[in-house]
């Protein structure tokens, strides 16, 4: 076999529901890798799906790569971890906020996070930071400390929202599926992963806007080349840098 992966248990949602990512270590390093989050020998890359639970789309690309790798993880000298449903309860609805009806992306403890409600489709929580999900994904970031993060969402605008430094790593992605690199989605979004992991932390991450309403089998045509591809780019650059 030439996977080596653990399933991290980060806690459960408000409705009991496990939150639960799939941690695969390095080609040759399963030996390695530990029971619970901790710090690895190697870097780790994050993907995320289902942060708003109607958006099935990110799901899908993200269950069928935990599937895909739980087979054969070949990269070398990078361990990926992959978090297919950040949202259960909102995802077994669907709806996009969590069971506590709060927009998991607009209630990160930013320094622009508000309380103040501007649409109740977004709506951020009275305190940031205060969901189980959310608090499971800060915890993961602070303690993996991820090279670059990717969160696979959809929407009528497609696009590869680039947070922190990731301009290189979202062209390439642009131009295996066409969308546009954005760096402003077009409306604030105070408490979201973007502001939170990239702009506030330096980690290059990207939102992938997949178009809202593909079926599953385009999305996985179109969208598991970009997930390989961002192995493929962040494994030359790890490499490069070790040898700098
Ligand atoms: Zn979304």
Same mark, same amino acid.
């Given at each position: 076999?030439?996977?080596?992966?653990?399933?991290?248990?980060?806690?459960?949602?408000?409705?009991?529901?496990? @939150?639960?990512?799939?941690?695969?270590?390095?080609?040759?390093?399963?030996?390695?890798?530990? $029971?619970?989050?901790? =710090?690895? %020998?190697? /870097?780790?890359? #994050?993907?995320?799906?289902?942060? *708003?639970?109607?958006?099935?789309?990110?799901?899908?690309?993200?269950?069928?790569?935990? *599937?895909?790798?739980?087979?054969?993880? #070949?990269?070398?000298?990078?361990?990926?971890?992959?978090?297919?449903?950040?949202? /259960?309860?909102?995802?077994?609805?669907?709806?996009r906020a969590?069971?506590?009806?709060i927009d998991?992306n607009r209630n990160?403890?930013?320094?622009?996070?508000?309380?103040e409600v501007k649409n109740p489709r977004y709506f951020p929580?009275?305190?940031? +930071?205060?969901?189980?999900?959310?608090?499971?994904?800060?915890?993961?970031?602070?303690?993996?400390?991820?090279?670059?993060? @990717?969160?696979? $969402? !959809?929407?009528?605008?497609?696009?590869?929202?680039?947070?922190?430094? !990731?301009?290189?790593? +979202?062209? &390439?992605? %642009?131009?295996?599926? +066409?969308?546009?690199?954005?760096?402003?989605?077009?409306y604030p979004t105070p408490g979201c992963?973007?502001?939170?992991?990239?702009?506030?932390?330096?980690?290059?991450?990207?939102?992938?806007?997949?178009? &809202?309403?593909? =079926?599953?089998?385009?999305?996985?045509?179109? $969208? #598991? /080349?970009?997930?390989?591809? %961002?192995?493929?780019?962040?494994?030359? @650059?790890?490499?490069?840098?070790?040898?700098?």
């Amino acid at each position: 076999m030439s996977s080596g992966y653990r399933d991290w248990i980060l806690g459960s949602s408000t409705e009991g529901r496990e @939150l639960r990512v799939r941690a695969f270590a390095p080609q040759g390093r399963a030996a390695e890798i530990l $029971h619970v989050p901790g =710090p690895a %020998s190697w /870097p780790w890359l #994050l993907f995320l799906g289902g942060v *708003h639970g109607d958006e099935l789309e990110g799901v899908w690309l993200m269950e069928e790569i935990e *599937h895909a790798w739980s087979k054969s993880y #070949l990269a070398a000298g990078l361990g990926a971890l992959v978090w297919s449903s950040v949202n /259960p309860d909102g995802i077994s609805r669907p709806q996009r906020a969590n069971a506590r009806g709060i927009d998991l992306n607009r209630n990160l403890p930013t320094r622009d996070w508000t309380a103040e409600v501007k649409n109740p489709r977004y709506f951020p929580g009275t305190q940031a +930071g205060s969901e189980p999900e959310n608090q499971a994904l800060t915890r993961i970031i602070d303690v993996c400390k991820p090279m670059a993060i @990717l969160s696979a $969402h !959809s929407f009528s605008k497609v696009q590869v929202n680039i947070n922190g430094p !990731s301009r290189e790593w +979202g062209e &390439r992605l %642009s131009a295996l599926c +066409g969308y546009p690199v954005t760096e402003d989605i077009g409306y604030p979004t105070p408490g979201c992963l973007g502001t939170y992991a990239g702009a506030e932390r330096g980690i290059p991450t990207i939102t992938l806007e997949i178009e &809202r309403g593909l =079926p599953k089998e385009r999305v996985l045509e179109m $969208h #598991l /080349p970009l997930i390989q591809a %961002s192995l493929d780019y962040w494994r030359l @650059l790890e490499k490069r840098n070790l040898r700098l």
